[in-house]
């Protein structure tokens, strides 16, 4: 078998080179039936020729699937580029398919052109090496530049290249286990670098640098968390502590003295550091999509909602800082806290008043801080998007629970947020559906109201205003 194989067989041939390049010891050529063949000297070396020669070869074939020849002599006829064969067309995963494992071996030494997404780029000391990739196929392409060489700027990683070149492939011969012309390794031989064109730039958005954005993103979510709920947890360690060993009336003061400073000291920690961090991670998404290119949609719509989920958290963030440096800095009872929180704030002035009835009920100081935050996102929503030019808070403390409500004149709730009143006439709305649709607001609310025990109720009707209704148990 390996004498048939091999046997050497004397023959004249008649092509043009369709391939010739410096660093390589061999040549292309395709005679007059369009059959391609590896052509080399026999003493090694290759024939002195250039794409476009016709030549006359005389020399040694061998009977193999592959044609190649050793030439005893090359003879130059003419120079006639226009005779060339046309190149032909094809995928990367067409080739793998007409090719491997034992295909179309008539393909070996063609002219093709194929396109694909530079996968990774090898420099070596005399070449450089490109992987070009189309779906789970990836094609060798080696093009004549030394490491010494300058890339040209857009073939980066990426970057989609359209490669014109000799098709090549090593064969496997294996006697022992009987495999005969297995091609592997197959790659393409460009004549220089200008046979590979940037058809389309990299997007500045590869799946490595989204990932190391949404990483960081999460990375700097989980610090946040953590630090927070370690600082929690040294809130309650210290408050438990004081409340079973003290358990008089001033030790009750100091511990509230202790919880409040540990309040502006963590709200301090939170604006300093991580307001600061999530200020620069969305200043810089922000950047990093204006660098997208147009055909990049869909990377840019998934980080259009990263930037949504920052602007949502720092938002809350910052409404969480405003409750605890109120609630630090604001007296005990909890109706005085809220009067207190609204003559602080000047643009309330003249529109909103606060009222009560029934007699005052001790609320816990962390349950007191999340009431601010509803208070504060109910009024702040009925003067923004409500348009309100009076709002009025009342306080009603009744024997079983606390009842908060918020009232205004303005244009009431829009039409996506008014389904059907249920039996009592209040609206039913549901928090992850106001999440979906963006109404944060509305959605922390409730939230806020059912991690207290209560609920929220929502009566509203266009042009005549709202009103919002907390109801919450005094177990809080």
Known sequence: MLAVLFAAVLTNLTGIVTLEREGLDFVFMSDSRGVHWRVEMAGGGKPAVKIGDVVAVRGETESSIKHRVRAAS????????????????????????????????????????????????NRRQTSTQLLVGEGNFNLQVEVPLALEDALPAQ????????????????????????????AENVELIPASINAVEVIRRAPFFTAERLLM???????????????????????????????????????????ADAARRERLRLAADLHDGFQQYLAGAMFRLKAAINYLPETAGKSRGQLAKVQEALQHTQNGLRSTLWAMNEESEGPESLLDLFRFTARRMGHWEGIVSIDSSGEERKVARKSAGTLLLIMQEAVGNALKHGKASHVRVRMEFREEKLVMSIVDDGIGFPKELRPEPDGRGALTLDGAALNKAGHYGMASMERRARELGGEMSVWSKMRIGAKIVFSIPYSL
């Open 155 to 182: 073939l980066v990683q990426g970057a989609t290249v359209r490669v014109t070149g000799n098709l090549a492939y090593t064969s496997i011969e294996n006697f022992e286990e009987g495999i005969f012309g297995r």
């Open 74 to 121: 090359v003879e130059v006829l003419r120079f006639a580029p226009d005779e060339l064969p046309p190149p032909r067309s094809s995928s990367i995963a067409e080739i793998f398919r007409e090719v491997m494992p034992y295909g179309q071996t008539s393909w070996y030494g063609e002219v093709i052109v194929a396109e694909g997404i530079v996968r990774d780029i």
């Open 213 to 255: 954005i949404l990483g960081g993103i999460g990375a700097i979510t989980l610090a946040i968390l953590a630090w927070a709920f370690m600082l929690r947890r040294m809130v309650a360690r210290r408050t438990c502590e004081l409340a079973e060993s003290i358990r008089e009336r001033e030790t009750e003061r100091i511990e």
